[in-house]
């Protein structure tokens, strides 16, 4: 299928160094020619400051947030970064420490305060991060760089400039919302999050942030929510990180692994903690997506869906079993020596693609039979005795520690709809080295991989008169850390991954997780 690569000089920790940012745009050296059609700019988000003074971060989710844009002008393409002016990045650089607990690093009190402000400072609760490093989205007129928390952070897209730090919680019931919102064609931002429900239980709720407004006013002002649901176990909603949406439905994945929310309370005001304390795993729970059971899964990245016949299509990247993936991410972990690096995969769960198909139309009696009669699917559907439907998935993609994540598809054009090409980023015992094309229908895959070279999320931008659904290039950031030139975008032809262009930068760039092209 494709060559596994080895990474025995370990170049891959070149990703989770600190880098500077910069002051003045850098001009890229292009080899191969630029396609015309690409007039913006590819932004992207990820970790960029991994250590603050002598302290360190500890999880790969808590470097503080940087903003790169490469440019596309006349067949020129130049590179920009900053790092997004967050409370959390501020505050740690005037104080020269960790200031704000992150994903997996705590901050200690002030050690100049003494212990009665401390006291009382545990009763105003605890200080939730707008360290926005994972995405950025368009809100009507405005850009969003986000995490997921209650908190996000207005951008300008075009100078990368820092504009205001938004709460959530102002304008709708919600702990946190996602990174991963769908948006369609006329800009309406739908996004999914948990919230307290009745009676002081968990629930979730999806969230309709409307299009630009004829006034001009801001639409996350008229952010609404548009359905409530309850969390499976009262007091441990599930950690939701995307959904999936068709044309008329919503599809959530209730995963294993809980947010234990008095955990939460009691271990911030009490003793150091951080948000990963606060997630245990339920092994004796299925999986819900509504009242349809599949077996423990973890899962991050939904692929897309879409409805065909009477049935919901959900095409999902999996990680088996019960444990969450992200205990596999410190950085200690990633940094260390690929037999180490090794090592540790073998414990983690597997990942796998994974389609699912829910029966929309359900009979009592059709208790102990396949429900399922699309005709190019194995995945099945079977009625319990308790009324309760068994899922089993069709497995689209499996390789032993070799993930196909991050997933990206021709969302304008096929988004919610029955599509046929899914794009990714490879991970070998979760380092990314490679960018992978598959055909959900036929299971084909496509490799692009260079020795000691580490893409970034494939981005999928249609050419102009496209007629297929893969007409169209794939945008990646390469970090290169044996190379002359340390770093490049890589343009490749979305049909066979060749490679159309690359454009060559004199710094390194470090890890990112989700972006935009924005035309």
Not at 78 to 102: G, L, M, N, P, Q
Not at 167 to 194: L, S
Not at 216 to 243: A, M
Request: proline share 6%; glycine share 6%; hydrophobic share 35%.
């Amino acid at each position: 299928l494709y060559q596994e690569f080895e990474h025995p000089a370990g170049g891959y920790r070149k990703i989770f160094e600190t880098c500077e940012e910069l002051s003045e745009t850098l001009p890229a050296t292009v080899t191969g020619r630029i396609p015309s059609f690409l007039k913006g700019s590819l932004l992207r988000l990820g970790p960029g400051l991994f250590e603050v003074g002598d302290e360190p971060f500890y999880h790969l989710f808590d470097g503080q947030a940087l903003m790169h844009k490469f440019d596309f002008k006349n067949g020129q393409v130049t590179y920009f970064r900053k790092f997004v002016r967050t409370d959390a990045y501020v505050r740690a650089i005037t104080e020269k420490r960790v200031v704000i607990t992150e994903f997996g690093t705590f901050a200690y009190p002030d050690p100049c305060k003494n212990i009665f402000s401390r006291f009382f400072s545990y009763f105003k609760g605890v200080e939730v991060t707008d360290n926005c490093l994972v995405n950025v989205y368009p809100v009507g007129e405005d850009f969003y760089a986000v995490t997921e928390t209650n908190y996000i952070t207005k951008v300008n897209p075009d100078t990368l400039e820092t504009l205001k730090k938004v709460d959530m919680c102002n304008y709708i019931n919600i702990n946190g919302v996602t990174a991963h919102p769908h948006i369609e064609r006329d800009g309406t931002v739908y996004n999914i999050g948990n919230c307290m429900g009745k009676g002081a239980t968990l629930a979730y709720n999806i969230v309709r942030i409307p299009p630009t407004q004829k006034d001009k006013s801001d639409p996350i002002e008229k952010s609404k929510v548009v359905v409530q649901f309850p969390s499976h176990e009262r007091f441990k909603p599930s950690y939701v990180h995307s959904f999936g949406m068709s044309e008329n439905y919503f599809v959530f994945v209730e995963t294993p692994v809980k947010i234990n929310l008095l955990k939460f309370l009691s271990a911030w005001s009490i003793r150091g903690s951080n948000y990963m304390d606060c997630f245990e795993s339920n092994e004796s729970q299925g999986v819900k997506t509504w009242s349809r059971l599949i077996s423990p899964i973890g899962m991050f990245h939904h692929i897309n869906t879409y409805e065909d016949q009477g049935f919901v299509v959900v095409d999902l990247c999996a990680w088996k079993g019960f444990e969450f993936v992200y205990n596999y991410l410190w950085l200690a972990n990633l940094r260390a020596n690929w037999d180490e690096v090794k090592k540790a995969a073998m414990m983690a769960p597997q990942p796998e693609v994974r389609r699912y198909v829910i029966p929309l139309d359900i009979h009592k009696e059709e208790q102990g039979k396949n429900l399922v009669s699309l005709p190019y699917t194995t995945a099945t559907a079977t009625m319990h005795a308790d009324g309760m439907i068994w899922l089993e998935p069709e497995i689209l993609f499996s390789g032993p520690r070799q993930a196909f994540e991050f997933p990206q598809i021709n969302y304008e054009r096929y988004g919610g709809k029955n599509y046929t090409y899914a794009y990714g980023l490879g991970l070998n015992h979760f380092i990314p080295d490679r960018i992978c094309k598959l055909n959900v229908k036929t299971k084909e895959t496509w490799v692009w991989q260079e020795p000691d070279s580490y893409p970034s999320e494939p981005l999928f931008v249609q050419t102009p008169e496209a007629v297929d659904e893969d007409d169209g290039v794939l945008l990646t950031i390469v970090a290169a850390p044996g190379s002359q030139r340390p770093a490049y975008l890589l343009i490749l032809n979305a049909k066979d991954l060749s490679e159309v262009a690359r454009a060559e930068v004199e710094c390194s760039i470090p890890v990112t997780f989700h972006g935009m092209y924005k035309p």
